[in-house]
Nanobody
Framework: QVQLVESGGGSVQPGGSLILSCAAS????????FGWFRQAPGKEREGVAC????????NYADSVKGRFTISSDSAKKTVYLQMDNLKSEDTGVYFC????????????????????????WGQGVQVTVSS
């Protein structure tokens, strides 16, 4: 059974940094595309970033380009989201996701609502950016 377990959330001031981790019990790792999503209070869940387990290609929502970096370590089966220069509008619950495919249409629709749900979701971790 696939499990995605996020860690690393917390509270930070605007301009600060956090790194989220997602331990993925998938096999083989390179058969999956991984993504980070977020959901602010009263808003729809939106895609933030994607990374291919096969070739490490990445996609980002426009709102986080230049500030967030998604990466993965296939040996540790872990996906990361480095978040720098955080803003108050980055506040929300962040979810790790995995899709067992070579092409996941959601990754070309980041920043918008979820229209192509992944095969698996993590339980989510809270990120709060506030002064």
């Amino acid at each position: 059974q696939v499990q995605l377990v996020e860690s690393g959330g917390g509270s930070v001031q605007p301009g600060g940094s956090l790194i989220l981790s997602c331990a993925a019990s998938v096999s083989p790792f390179d058969y999956y595309i991984f993504g980070w999503f977020r959901q602010a209070p009263g808003k729809e869940r939106e895609g933030v970033a994607c990374i291919s387990g096969a070739d490490d290609s990445t996609n980002y929502a426009d709102s986080v380009k230049g500030r967030f970096t998604i990466s993965s370590d296939s040996a540790k089966k872990t996906v990361y989201l480095q978040m720098d220069n955080l803003k108050s509008e980055d506040t929300g619950v962040y979810f790790c996701a995995a899709d067992n495919s070579r092409v996941w249409p959601q990754c070309s629709r980041l920043g918008g609502p979820v229209v192509a749900p992944p095969d698996f979701w993590g339980q989510g971790v809270q990120v709060t950016v506030s002064s």
